[in-house]
């Protein structure tokens, strides 16, 4: 275990004798299932939830000789940006002491940040892997929609979420996603690859001479100011080794926020349904009404945020409200979409802060949840374009604390994002 | 935000559709929170219809037996279980 509480089980999972990940370590977060060892999401419910099965992703992590030295901590459910609303406990953030890590992937960031793991999975789902990446200062990539299966991933929004390689360079982030990407036929929604055939880790050779970056004001306009000149520094580097950059409008990414929680909210109410206490999930042993049972069973067993998601969920759905909230996120995600591949038309990448405030404090989020979902502003809008991107550490503020810088871009072109982001770590 | 108010009773209706017995002091916060949650959402009635492109593929494969989790597996999750089936709350 760690002091930050980045683990929430130590149990080590021996891959192959040789591979290319031979004698490195990769920590899985705990919503990816593993054959005979407990895997709980962060949650009471599946406290004791042994899989019967590998995920794709760790199957190929031990194929390729990883060792994997145990699950991390994580917002119960991946519904959090703190990493605070874990049942087993908050995770610190191990760079910068009395912070969160951010979430919901904190304990996968943090055990990297740490050293406690060479590299880490976690999931995106509207900035799970990029926000804890910002907040750590490491890097994350959050792949294209399709590139990486999610069998054997527990689901909170099907639509929106990607496993994803977190690790200290840019360089070793593409080895993990070199090992984990391609198509799986348990997992009808990934695709090859168009360009495949180049490895990812190769194309983190820092070359960014004649780079197009395009900025879209609107994803820097609302960030802290400490946050804003560290970004502006970053560009400048870039800028220095050959890149340009210009101003980009995205008009539709100021309702993106709204969107992408309707949607995962929604997606999530029917995903959790399943956790009722019979088939699999704790059961509180109550006996009589089946439903009154299973609606005791989900209120003990779900914490606080969980719960909340699953509510408004149900409500966006329910007769009545389904189109002023649900296809009005719908119609809200085809534009962001159209929106960024216009903007990619005219651009290589699109950079912008991943996070549009350094790491909070513990504790400071927690009793607002308006206020959490609104600093996913920056990292959700890709989810819903089913794009692309990384966070890597572009500096830190006067007070020491990381700040992430995010490139996006076109669907499946994940060689551009790496090798433009090897040029800063 | 008084258009946007959220009765008790809503959060009430909608705990019961998703099966969560909520206590008192929850049904009392979710309503404060959700008035203010669902009134940011109002920002979406500002979204323009916009056509959504489908590039869907077909994934259909022929329906083939391949090997699945063994009976025993797939009920060792189960918190209770009798002679090879999930035992459900016994019904009074």
């Known amino acids: 275990m760690t002091d930050y509480n980045g683990y929430i089980a130590t149990e080590t999972i021996e891959g192959d004798d040789d591979g290319p990940l031979a004698g490195r370590t990769v920590a899985v977060k705990d919503n990816i299932s593993t054959e005979g060892v407990r895997t709980t999401c962060g949650s009471e419910m599946l406290e004791d939830y042994v899989p019967p099965y590998d995920a794709t992703v760790v199957s190929r992590l031990k194929a390729a000789g990883a060792t994997i030295p145990g699950k991390t901590n994580m917002d119960e459910f991946g519904m959090g940006t703190t990493t605070e609303t874990s049942a087993f406990g908050a995770v610190e953030n191990p760079v910068a002491e009395g912070r969160v890590p951010g979430g919901s992937s904190g304990g996968s960031a943090a055990v990297v940040a740490a050293g406690d793991a060479d590299m880490a999975l976690g999931s995106d789902t509207g900035g799970s892997i990029r926000c804890p990446a910002a907040f750590c200062g490491v890097v994350g990539i959050k792949p294209t929609y399709g590139l990486v299966s999610r069998y054997g991933l527990v689901a909170y929004a099907n639509s929106l979420e990607q496993i994803g390689p977190i690790a200290p360079t840019v360089e070793e982030a593409a080895e993990l996603l070199d090992v984990i990407a391609g198509p799986d036929e348990r997992d009808g929604t990934t695709r090859e690859a168009p360009a495949a055939g180049e490895e990812y880790a190769e194309a983190a050779d820092g070359d960014v001479d004649g780079l197009s970056i395009g900025v879209p004001t609107e994803l820097v306009e609302g960030a802290d100011e400490a946050v804003v000149e560290t970004f502006w520094d970053a560009i400048a580097d870039l800028e220095s080794r050959g890149a340009t950059y210009h101003e980009v409008d995205l008009p539709s990414v100021e309702h993106a926020v709204e969107a992408y929680y309707v949607i995962a909210m929604s997606e999530a109410s029917s995903n959790l349904a399943r956790f009722d206490g019979v088939r699999y999930g704790k059961s509180g042993g109550y006996d009589g009404n089946w439903n009154e049972s299973f609606a005791n069973a989900r209120e003990e067993g779900f914490g606080e945020e969980v719960k909340r998601r699953v509510l408004l969920g149900t409500y966006a759905l329910s007769a009545g409200y389904h189109d002023k909230y649900y296809k009005k996120a719908q119609d809200a995600r085809a534009w962001v979409k159209r929106d960024f591949d216009e903007a990619l038309s005219d651009a290589d990448v699109l950079a912008s802060p991943t996070m549009p405030v350094p790491p909070m404090e513990r504790g400071e989020s927690l009793d607002d949840p308006l206020t959490m979902y609104l600093a996913d502003a920056n990292t959700t809008p890709v989810n819903l374009a089913n794009l692309p991107a990384i966070s890597v550490p572009a500096g830190e503020t006067s007070e020491g604390l990381p700040v992430g810088l995010q490139l996006v871009g076109p669907a499946f072109d994940e060689e551009t994002i790496i090798r433009a982001g090897s040029a800063l770590a | ?92």
């Open chain 2, 1 to 92: 935000m008084s258009d946007n108010a959220v009765e008790p009773g809503e959060v009430r209706h909608v705990a019961d559709l998703a099966r969560v017995d909520l206590d008192d002091a929850e049904v009392e916060r979710f309503t404060e929170q959700f008035g203010e949650i669902l009134a940011a959402f109002e920002a979406l009635d500002e979204v323009p219809e916009t056509d959504r492109e489908t590039e869907l593929t077909n994934v259909m494969r022929p329906d083939e037996i391949r090997e699945g989790l063994t009976q025993e597996e797939a009920l060792r999750n189960a918190p209770e279980s009798e002679a090879g089936q999930f035992k459900g709350p016994k019904v009074s």
